[in-house]
Structures are given as C-alpha cells and as structure tokens.
C-alpha cells in the first residue's frame, strides 16, 4: 500500500502551487495583449447555454478555446449517477455550499489571500454564494452537458476567469513569488475536493446515508468538472481512499489562520444568518458543527462545544435530514427556477479586467 507521503509527495505538491492553467492562461494574455475585453462584450455576456453557437465577431483564440471545452467527451453513464445523486441530495448540497465548503476553502491561507483582492467578496458575499451556488447548479444538473444545459459554457467562463486573476496579480505588485501562482494546482484540486468530499462528509454529517460507491461516483464526477477547469489528472483522485488522502495533505500544506480567511468566513455568516434556513439551531452553531473546530479556530468563527454537542446527539436520535424536503423532483425544480433562470441583466462569472483597488 502506498503510503500518503508517496501517494502525494511534497515535491510534486510544491511544483503543483507554481503552476496554472496553460490553456486558459494562453487565451488569457492572448485576449489582453489585442485588446478584446469579454466583460464589455454583449456577444459573450450572453453566451450561456451549449447550443449557442460560438460568435463570429469573438477573436480566433477565444472561439478555438471555447472549441476546446465543449468538445470534451463526457462519460454519460458518470454524469447521469453524479447528477443523479445531486438532484436526490441538492437542497442539502446547497445548504453543505454555503455552510461548509466556502468557508472550508477559505482555511487555505493563500487561496483566501487571493480572494480578498476582490473587494465585492468583502462588501457582497451573497454574490459570491449565488454566483458559485448556480455554478454547482449549472454543472450538476441532468442536462447540464447535453445541448440544452449551461454545464460546458459555465466551466468556460470561471476558468477564464480564474486565469484572468491569475494575469492580474502576477503583474502587480501585491503578489509575491514566495505565495506561489494565484490560483494554482493545489488550491484548484483542494476546491474540486470541497465540492466533491467535502459535500459528502458534510451530508453524512446531517444524517445522510452516503454508501462508499456513492461517494467515490459524487468524488469521480468532481474528477470530470475538475479536468475541463484545468486541473491536471494526477491532482483528481479516483478513490475514496485516494481524495483522503490528498485532501489531508493539502489541509497540512496550506490550512491555517489568516486575516483574509477570517474576514471571508464572518462575511459570509453574517449574511447567512439573515437567510431563511430549513432548521431551528443558530446559524453559527450548525456552521460550527460541519466544519469542526479546528477549521472554525483557523477562520476566526465561534465554537460552542455544549452547542454543537447538542447537534450531534439530536443527530444521533433523529437525523438532521428530515428537515428536507423528501420530494426530490419538486425541490430540484425549484432550485431550477431560482438558479437556472439568470436575470438577463446579471452576468455572472465576471471576466477580470483590473484588480480592486
């Protein structure tokens, strides 16, 4: 047996936090250097769904990129037991999002680094809960690959959007070589394990019976998304065992207490504190809960051990889970209407052009 120092060696997890996205970031400084600026462009704006054909006036690099993505073969019988599973589980995911994978990223000191450079993640976190909430959406749905869905589109644009922030710090004076490439390897594979993992734990955690197949299709359909976002294949581990293993070695790598981290994570609480929740406990303390201490210490959120004691137990005698709703079909629909339908004058996964002053 591999042990996890061979499985994930340091060295390689080193090189991986120096690196980016070649595509992306080619298309990137390629966009920059003629001019083309997608966030003032109507034409990609309101390029959403797959089918939408490619616009002409786009410049060659950008249609030949876009190519690239949607050209992608997807596994059909993986996306149909991870959107399977999504669609069984999604008022539970949607509430793990906002409640313990954001806040969970945002122990990763450098990664939250990166993330406070954007003044709208400080001053409008509900933007940065909706915005990724109709990402997971978008890319989990039934149909999100086939012509009518958003899946390839969606993964198009954060990734552009990611190498534009990449662009953006590294030719400025408020990135240090020493912090390594802004939104590297590492900190894209530890994401697509708070997506995939972390969820996962998170539903069990609220009473869900999540067998080990489960996980590891939820974990290897994560693997499909990771890989059109641009994270290399040795950074997608296909088994259980395997995204353990890699997600420790992150968390030993990179997880500790930050002021960026923790001005995230009381942002994010105080706005989900003012939003209707399906339970009676105090947002914090379910907050607390998921996360464990340790993350909640990193991130400068409170930890009640009485409180969270109480969770459990209530866990325990009657799962937390029967506050869903047990008709999965109606809730997917509903989320569909509130995530699938975009305001035609909100653009989401805004193209960077300059960073925040």
């Not at 990724?132 to 959406?137: D, H, K, L, R, Y």
């Not at 710090?169 to 390897?185: A, R």
């Not at 947002?283 to 409180?307: F, H, K, V």
């Amino acid at each position: 047996m591999q042990t996890q120092e061979i499985k994930y060696p340091n060295k390689a997890l080193d090189l991986a936090r120096k690196t980016g996205d070649a595509l992306a970031d080619k298309t990137v400084k390629e966009l920059f250097d003629s001019g083309f600026n997608p966030l003032s462009n109507n034409a990609y704006n309101e390029l959403v769904f797959n089918h939408q054909p490619i616009p002409n006036e786009f410049p060659e690099n950008l249609k030949q990129y876009l190519k690239e993505i949607k050209s992608y073969q997807i596994d059909e019988k993986l996306a149909e037991k991870g959107s399977e599973f999504y669609v069984e589980h999604a008022s539970a995911i949607m509430l793990c999002l906002g409640m313990l994978s954001l806040p969970y990223c945002y122990a990763a000191a450098e990664g939250a680094k990166v993330l406070s450079f954007s003044k709208r993640i400080y001053e409008q976190p509900e933007k940065r809960l909706t915005e990724t909430a109709e990402f997971v959406f978008d890319i989990c749905s039934p149909e999100a690959f086939t012509p009518q869905g958003k899946g390839f589109i969606s993964i198009a644009k954060v990734r552009l959007m990611h190498a534009a922030i990449r662009y953006h710090l590294l030719k400025s004076d408020k990135w240090s070589d020493e912090l390594g490439t802004p939104v590297n390897q590492e900190d894209m594979a530890g994401t697509n394990l708070s997506f995939s993992l972390i969820a996962i734990r998170g539903l069990r955690k609220l009473g869900y019976s999540i067998s080990a197949g489960q996980s590891q299709n939820y974990i290897r359909y994560w693997n499909m998304i990771g890989e059109l976002l641009g994270v290399q294949e040795e950074w997608l581990p296909e088994s259980n065992q395997d995204a353990f293993i890699l997600e420790q070695k992150i968390k030993n790598r990179n997880f500790r207490n930050s002021k960026e981290g923790e001005m995230l994570a009381v942002n994010l609480q105080g706005y989900i504190k003012n939003q209707p929740l399906p339970f009676t406990f105090p947002t914090e303390t379910m907050m607390a809960y998921l996360l464990g201490e340790d993350i909640c210490q990193m991130i400068g959120l409170p930890y009640d051990n009485l409180e969270v004691d109480l969770i459990s137990n209530i866990k325990n005698l009657n799962p937390i889970r029967n506050v869903f709703p047990t008709n999965h079909q109606k809730e997917f629909r509903k989320l569909k209407k509130q995530f699938g339908e975009r305001n035609s004058q909100n653009v989401p996964f805004k193209f960077l052009t300059q960073l925040d002053t």
